[in-house]
T-cell receptor, first 111, second 111 residues
Framework: DTAVSQTPKYLVTQMGNDKSIKCEQNLGHDTMYWYKQDSKKFLKIMFS???????INETVPNRFSPKSPDKAHLNLHINSLELGDSAVYFCASSSRDPEQYFGPGTRLTVT | GQNIDQPTEMTATEGAIVQINCTYQ??????LFWYQQHAGEAPTFLSYNVLDGLEEKGRFSSFLSRSKGYSYLLLKELQMKDSASYLCAVRDRGSNYQLIWGAGTKLIIKP
């Protein structure tokens, strides 16, 4: 199936740990994104990346870092996890068409 | 600044018509999107408006008035499966063309 996939779907971890969330798209898109959706359901852009340019939302703590091994992957690494990092994280991708295609989400719970 | 407002929740009856409004303020409007998000799932693209007027796609239509900073999503012949959150998002030149999202409108369909 052509899609955006991300792993894991659920992630429960303790404060202070470091974790990564993986994202892959096989749509041939050249731009990928990471979003955070909090308990109030606001979707907030964290990063967008098109293998030439990384755009970082200035409100994102530097504990969060995107890593892109190739055009089809954009992983999210989080250092020193905090309680407030608990949320659903969505990966998305797009091409020249305006719509973005979202992955299934990763529900992160920090205890 | 940037601001997107939409009602928090709406209720409608199966078979009826419902209109979900969205008002926005951005520094560099470059298109408005509507996405549907079922509980626990990823957002999926519904419509995109960049010029004033009505875009129709099956049971769903989306309208845009750039001068008024206003859009609506019209859902006809409502079905139970239309129960979901509907997210309005604006692409903003002033934010590196990233999407600025509203909090979503939770639509409840009753038999």
């Amino acid at each position: 199936d052509t899609a955006v996939s991300q792993t894991p779907k659920y992630l429960v971890t303790q404060m202070g740990n470091d974790k990564s969330i993986k994202c892959e798209q096989n749509l041939g898109h050249d731009t990928m994104y990471w979003y955070k959706q909090d308990s109030k359901k606001f979707l907030k852009i964290m990063f967008s990346y098109n293998n030439k340019e990384l755009i970082i939302n200035e409100t994102v703590p530097n504990r969060f870092s995107p890593k892109s091994p190739d055009k089809a992957h954009l992983n999210l690494h989080i250092n020193s996890l905090e309680l407030g990092d608990s949320a659903v994280y969505f990966c998305a991708s797009s091409s020249r068409d305006p719509e973005q295609y979202f992955g299934p989400g990763t529900r992160l719970t920090v205890t | 600044g940037q601001n997107i407002d939409q009602p928090t929740e709406m209720t409608a009856t199966e078979g009826a018509i419902v209109q979900i409004n969205c008002t926005y303020q951005t520094s560099g409007f470059n298109g408005l999107f509507w996405y549907q998000q079922h509980a626990g799932e990823a957002p999926t693209f519904l419509s995109y408006n960049v010029l004033d007027g009505l875009e129709e796609k099956g049971r769903f239509s989306s309208f845009l008035s750039r001068s008024k900073g206003y859009s609506y999503l019209l859902l006809k012949e409502l079905q139970m499966k239309d129960s979901a959150s509907y997210l309005c998002a604006v692409r903003d030149r002033g934010s590196n063309y990233q999407l600025i999202w509203g909090a979503g409108t939770k639509l409840i369909i009753k038999p």
